[in-house]
């Protein structure tokens, strides 16, 4: 079958600084494949250059379609890139999404009904008349995505596209992105630092560090079994190495059953009420810092000399307020950890 | 004081009862500076724009020099141009030097680098990712740069506008290159030049307040347009 999106030996330079090196990256006809990554990995640089908007080398084919030469605009016809800012152009919502629909050749009579349609599925139909100033951030976002979807794209690049909105109405719009990504069956590549936005929206994921690709696989099994300490952390696992490890109670005798270093996911580590915290295998900890998570709280923790974080729901600050130096007791999933 | 009150008196029965001479140099020099603005924005614009967009060796210099532009000396560019132009030189054969063809290559050689660094100055204010969001909507390289520069409409509509306020204020490339004849080449500067040579002050300052008074309403108009946009 021929992927949605085939990218080998896609290299980008800055001056004499490769910052994007990847071998291969294929996206399969209506698959959702999220570039995962921390700052500067490169995310964005793949997705641009994916897109044929920033010069890079390598082979780049759309539906089997090559890049080369004169072929720009084709290709770039064939897609749609949502950036992180809406981008609108100075004039309408509605009129953003007929410019697009006129550069797309669409006869002119259908432009005005395509847009009040996308304008009425993203849920801005009040909006038409707004111009960008007059848009809130989601409003904007909502018009920007029906701008893209509107010109019935084969592929969609969606670069960090819910990244500069609140809380609430990002999470309302990956999961209304969801939505879309599944009605329309267009394939996508997103790029994103967010594990829970990668979670909602993508079938695969492609750690990137360094503009090269550490990990990639299945959404869960990425999320769940980071491959290498640098992935581990980026998805926010404490790494421990073995011996530490080891003390801790966390299986294995040293490194011959494989690994060299444990990585223990925050959800993991679980803070013991009162009643509980005579058990064997509760640990003694000091809270280190204390940071916020998406959702609640991590608390940055000293156990026996090991760094391990600990996430904990908003609901559970009712109960304790935690500051640093604070002593609190612990247990370990072993059944969670993972062998590096 | 009797010399400025008498001036004004003259100046005012000038304007009044509609004085010939005056609103046919009024006329050429509205079509002169007219086509050298319109002529310095065909070139100007492209130029800005591409500066702006386009990645190729020696942008950072093309722009310093055409920032240094803004400040070109009218004399300097009529010297350019009339030696270009003069009988003996490069396009001597062509016979412009002392026509109003010659004062508009002047004028547009002086608006030229203002509007093109105006120009670029305003697209290069826009989000850096703007350009990028056009391209990404399947646009080509006519229509991104006509949308762009839709996007920085305003901006570049004060850089016509500024183009223009250096050319229809400038005396010394008009005077160069075109001589002063009268009934050719004669503009409103260069007329109150020669007025105030000879004593007419009521006469150049009449000449002054239609200057002034063209001035005003391209800048009423720049200011309309501001507002409007503004509202929107």
Do not use: K
């Given at each position: 079958m021929t992927a949605a999106l085939a990218l080998r030996n896609l290299r980008v330079r800055r001056g004499r600084r490769n910052v994007l090196n990847v071998t291969a990256l294929d996206v399969a006809p209506g698959e959702t494949v999220a570039v995962l990554g921390p700052n500067g990995a490169g995310k964005s640089t793949l997705l641009l250059a994916a897109a044929l908007l920033i010069p890079a080398s390598g082979d780049i084919a759309v539906f089997g379609e090559p890049a080369g030469r004169g072929r720009g605009v084709r290709l770039r016809r064939m897609t749609s890139t949502v950036f992180q800012?809406?981008?609108?152009?100075?004039?309408?919502a509605r009129r953003n999404i007929e410019q697009a629909l006129a550069i797309h050749s669409v006869p002119r009579g259908e432009r005005a009904e395509r847009a009040r349609y996308w304008l009425d599925r993203l849920g801005v139909s009040a909006r038409a008349e707004a111009r960008p100033h007059q848009l809130s951030g989601g409003e904007a976002q909502r018009v920007s995505i029906a701008r893209a979807l509107a010109v019935t794209p084969r592929f969609l690049f969606l670069d960090?596209?819910?990244?500069?909105?609140d809380f609430a109405t990002r999470a309302r719009m990956v999961g209304e992105m969801r939505a879309l990504l599944l009605e329309t069956g267009v394939a996508a590549l997103l790029a994103t630092h967010d594990h829970a936005e990668a979670a909602v929206l993508a079938d695969r994921v492609v750690v990137l560090v360094d503009g090269r690709v550490a990990q990639e696989g299945a959404t869960a099994e990425v999320l769940r079994r980071p491959a290498t300490a640098e992935v581990a952390r980026f998805l926010g696992f404490s790494v421990l190495d073995w011996q530490a490890a080891t003390a801790l109670g966390?299986?294995?005798?040293?490194p011959a059953g494989g690994g060299q270093a444990v990585a223990v996911p925050p959800g993991a580590v679980a803070l013991l009420d009162a009643g509980d915290d005579?058990?064997?295998?509760a640990l003694d900890a000091r809270v280190v810092a204390v940071e916020g998570a998406a959702g609640g709280v991590r608390l940055a923790l000293d156990v026996a000399g090991a760094a391990l974080a600990a996430e904990v729901g908003l609901e559970a600050l009712h109960v304790a307020r935690w500051a640093p130096g604070d002593r609190v007791r612990v247990r370990v999933d072993p059944a969670r950890v993972v062998w590096l | 004081m009797d010399l400025i009150v008498e001036a004004v008196q003259e100046a005012w029965r000038l304007l009044r009862t509609g004085d010939n001479a005056i609103y046919e140099i009024t006329l050429r020099t509205a079509v002169i500076t007219g086509f050298s603005t319109l002529v310095a924005a065909l070139i100007g614009l492209p130029l800005g724009l591409w500066v702006a967009l386009g990645r190729f060796p020696g942008q950072r210099a093309f722009v310093s020099l055409a920032n240094a532009g803004t400040g070109m000396p009218p004399v300097v560019a009529g010297l350019v141009v009339a030696m270009l132009l003069w009988?003996?030189?490069?396009?001597?054969?062509?016979?412009?030097?002392?026509t109003p063809y010659a004062i508009v290559v002047a004028q547009a050689l002086i608006a030229t680098p203002i509007i093109v660094a105006v120009t670029a100055g305003a697209v290069m204010a826009l989000p850096p990712t703007l350009h990028l969001q056009i391209r990404a909507m399947g646009a080509g390289s006519t229509r991104t740069l006509w949308l762009v520069a839709r996007e920085a409409r305003l901006p570049i509509l004060v850089a016509v506008m500024a183009g223009f306020g250096s050319v229809v204020s400038e005396v010394g490339a008009s005077m160069m290159v075109?001589?002063?004849?009268?009934?050719?080449?004669?503009v409103l500067t260069t007329a109150a030049v020669l007025e105030v040579s000879q004593g007419n002050f009521g006469t150049a300052l009449a000449l002054g307040f239609i200057l002034l008074a063209m001035i005003v309403a391209v800048a009423a108009i720049l200011t309309g347009v501001q507002y409007r946009a503004r509202r929107r």
């Open positions: 800012d809406a981008g609108l152009l100075d004039m309408s960090e596209p819910f990244s500069g909105l966390l299986g294995r005798e040293g005579e058990s064997a295998d | 009988r003996s030189g490069p396009l001597g054969a062509l016979g412009l030097i002392y075109g001589g002063n004849l009268s009934g050719e080449t004669r």
